[in-house]
């Protein structure tokens, strides 16, 4: 599976973005998948998750309330939908597919997300 994410960019504290990550190669439907993002000087973080068909999904506390992730596998699309964003929220979002407790098989490129006050 190739993963293209999109939709990053520079946004106002409080404002929202939409990002996407375009899956090409093996089914998607396949895989649970999810998005993980990593600031500057930190680990890469777990964001959230999404079964293979919408459910179950899972978000880390500090977007719990703020993220939705959500996924069209007709359109082998997958969505992070972020709203009340805060300026800890910047950083570099990756995409990721084939979750499981043993590690990620896919990973996308990843795109800045940049909140400024």
């Known amino acids: 599976v190739q993963l293209q994410a999109s939709g990053g960019g520079l946004v106002q504290a409080g404002g929202s973005l939409r990002l ?25 973080e777990f964001v959230s998750s999404i079964g293979r068909n919408g459910e179950p999904t899972f978000y880390a506390d500090s977007v719990k309330g703020r993220f939705t992730i959500s996924r069209d596998n007709s359109k082998n699309t997958l969505y992070l939908q972020m709203q009340s964003l805060k300026l800890e929220d910047t950083a570099v979002y990756y995409c990721a597919a084939d979750i499981q ?5 896919y990973w996308g490129q ?8």
């Open 20 to 44: 996407s990550c375009a899956a090409s190669g093996r089914a998607f439907s396949n895989y649970a998948a999810g998005w993980f993002r990593q600031a500057p000087g930190k680990e890469r």
């Open 101 to 105: 407790a043993k590690g990620i098989s």
């Open 110 to 117: 990843g795109t800045q997300v940049t909140v400024s006050s």
